[in-house]
């Protein structure tokens, strides 16, 4: 079933927003920023330690999770939330709320903290984090409605910040903000410092990075430790402006966020020396406490420690938005004029991309398009020269590009289409996974698969790209076979909620269908029937050509097969292929450009598994593959028409 990728694009407050659970009595108001007064400063300290309180008592509550995390990043949240951020405590999906990425996601209860600090979450509801029944999850997921991206999995936050802050700064030319916190193990990750050169590149003055620079990760010590000569020189080699502060004064916080502020033309790197575990006796700053609670014995005396460090009980409000995003409508996005080709004419799957993606820009403004410098290779050029401003050159950085794809689709503000070769899309598995997770609506176009593309030779070729995204849960799988389907394909997956990708091949091919041919997700296509058809072939994309071609032979010796172009590999229409193999006789031929596993044979076979009677023969690439022309690697790999042909026939005599 598909839905409209508005419902999750742009809710109203209502359905965005779950019920207020806790209850806060500020009278805030936006205003002029300024460093705190010391009543202030105070009040940020206590809210730094009850935010200490919190976390430990919830990961106590839970028997897991990680306080000392928390603990290290205690007054960065502290003056996040109640200094530097503006936003509706009451309305944390408000579009025009300053954005908050916490890239390092294991610190979830301190996050959790925040909110409840802020009146958002019921003080009690934190005891109930990790439980099966909470939405207060081990690492943020947007259950919650101030969780833009889900996180976790580290290295990742920032490019999704990066696309946060592009879209504010270029698509929204609002006044909001974005802030990502990192810890300093993650920033290992090559990821990172993508997401770092793709901020300075853009001049993303809106974006600031903060760096929890505990010293200490998971199993030893950060590589860097407390090196901030190095951390400095790299922020600032990235093109950053780099401010190093003592991650627990409050008054160095304050400055650095007022500073970052009044930046203009780059992002700033807050580096922040912190201690793991800041502020709990005999385990500050000690190895071997990561991701451990405190034991239960010793939590009320760890309490009481914190407690008396606490001068009232006054809460902090936040300042409040300016209220200046636009009103973004990304419903019933339309191609801006239907198919144009004729019958037998030809163009290759990836230029019909292309002039499908200049349509939509054509037909809505919110259309984006976003490439890893293969512009000229997957025809998202062509959406670039009609609308340059829209488009983002991502260059050779295929998880930022993924990432930055994630925060650009957040809330609603853009329809994302991101595309490069196929092959190279594996690199950024996991983003493409915690995409999913993220409930993220962003649509990839993966060209150059199969053993098709010819002479570049393996390195190049897709053929195991159906697979990686058949396993995605929230994926829909486009494999169109001419220019008519990918255009209709590219259309209703910018109106599809969740993970797109569509499957685009190198060579030209006939075009198959009239332009006024209705398409639709998880419906095939019956290309070639007649009533004495002995065998069904399912093709797509290059291999439906080869299976129509392979028809023809067979039919001029007077053997007729039924063709089915699937259109879609998930989800896979089970009904038409189960009929239509019933009717000719239970035999069935799967062709794929692709490696056995995970494709289209693979999701052919779970859909007749459970009917009696049906034998289906699988043609797949066997092996890696090698350079040569598409003809000749389409033979040698045993996937073309004179091999379906061989295949058919043998199945027929019954060997």
């Known amino acids: 079933a598909t839905s ?25 108001m936006a205003a002029q920023q300024r460093l705190p007064s010391g009543e202030k400063l105070q009040a940020l300290r206590d809210t730094a330690n009850r935010l200490r309180i919190h976390s430990i008592r919830a990961t106590c509550a839970s028997n897991s999770g990680h306080p000392t995390s928390c603990c290290s990043a205690a007054e960065i949240m502290s003056t996040l939330f109640f200094y530097g951020m503006k ?63 889900a996180t976790g999995s580290l290295g990742q936050g920032l490019g999704a910040a990066c696309g946060m802050a592009y879209t504010g700064k270029n698509f929204d030319k609002a006044s909001y903000r974005v802030y990502c916190l990192l810890g300093d193990g993650e920033s290992s990750e090559g990821s990172v410092w993508e997401a770092m050169a793709f901020g300075s590149h853009y001049n993303l003055d809106n974006l600031v990075a903060i760096f929890d620079v505990n010293r200490l990760g998971q199993s030893e010590a950060a590589p860097l430790q407390h090196n901030f000569d190095i951390y400095k020189s790299r922020c600032e080699g990235f093109g950053w402006n780099t401010l190093v502060v003592d991650g627990h004064s409050v008054e160095e916080l304050c400055q650095a966020l007022l500073t970052a502020s009044q930046t203009k033309g780059k992002p700033t790197a807050i580096i922040a020396k912190t201690f793991k575990g800041k502020g709990i006796p005999g385990v500050e700053d000690q190895d071997n406490w990561h991701g451990k609670p405190i034991p239960k014995d010793k939590v009320e005396e760890v309490v009481q420690v914190i407690q008396k460090k606490i001068s009232n009980a006054t809460k902090l409000c936040p300042e409040l938005p300016t209220e200046d995003a636009p009103v973004v409508d990304v419903s019933n996005v339309k191609l801006s004029t239907p198919p144009s080709y004729k019958l037998g004419d030809k163009i290759s799957t990836r230029k019909a991309y292309g002039v499908a993606l200049n349509k939509l820009g054509h037909g809505n403004s919110h259309v984006i398009a976003l490439d890893g410098d293969t512009k000229n290779s997957t025809f998202s050029d062509m959406f670039r020269k009609d609308f340059p401003d829209r488009f983002i050159e991502c260059f050779i950085a295929e998880q930022n590009m993924v990432s930055v794809a994630i925060g650009c689709a957040a809330r609603g503000r853009t329809v994302p289409f991101a595309s490069t070769f196929a092959a190279f899309l594996s690199r950024a598995y996991d983003q493409i996974r915690m995409g999913a997770i993220s409930q ?49 394909a590219v259309e209703l997956s910018a109106n599809t909620k969740g993970i797109c990708f569509i499957r685009s091949s190198r060579p030209d091919t006939d075009i198959l269908y009239a332009n006024d041919e209705k398409f639709e997700i998880g419906k095939a296509k019956v290309v070639l029937k007649s009533e004495s058809d002995k065998v069904t072939v399912i093709g797509a994309g290059v291999t439906l050509h080869e299976a129509l071609a392979a028809a023809k032979t067979l039919a001029s010796e007077g053997l007729n097969v039924r063709v089915i172009d699937p259109f879609t590999i998930k989800p896979l229409d089970k009904k038409m292929i189960v009929e239509n ?43 890696v593959p090698q350079s040569g022309k598409p003809t000749e690697l389409l033979e040698l790999f045993g996937i073309s028409s004179s091999h379906i042909v061989a295949t058919v026939k043998a199945f027929v005599l019954g060997n």
């Open 4 to 28: 409209q990728k508005a419902v999750a694009r742009e809710k109203p407050a209502s359905e965005r927003v779950p019920k207020k659970r806790g209850g806060s009595s500020c009278a805030r």
């Open 581 to 623: 193999v019933k009717a000719t006789g239970g035999r069935v031929v799967v062709v794929e450009d692709h490696y056995p596993e995970g494709g289209l044979g693979e999701a052919v076979c779970a859909a007749v598994s459970s009917q009696p009677g049906i034998v289906v023969r699988h043609l797949a690439v066997p092996r």
């Open 87 to 149: 936003y509706k405590a009451d309305d944390p999906g408000n579009v025009n709320n300053d954005r908050f990425v916490l890239s390092k996601g294991h610190a979830a209860p301190v996050l959790y903290a925040a909110w409840t600090e802020a009146g958002y979450i019921a003080e009690s509801d934190l005891l109930n984090l990790r439980k099966i029944d909470s939405d207060l999850e081990g690492h943020p997921t947007p259950k919650l409605s101030f969780v833009d991206v």
């Open 440 to 488: 993220t609506n962003v649509n990839f176009c993966g060209s150059h698969c199969g053993v098709s593309i010819g002479e570049d030779g393996p390195s190049q070729m897709a053929l195991e790209d159906l697979a990686m995204f058949r396993a995605i849960p929230t994926a829909t799988v486009f494999y169109p076979s001419d220019g008519v389907s990918t255009e209709r």
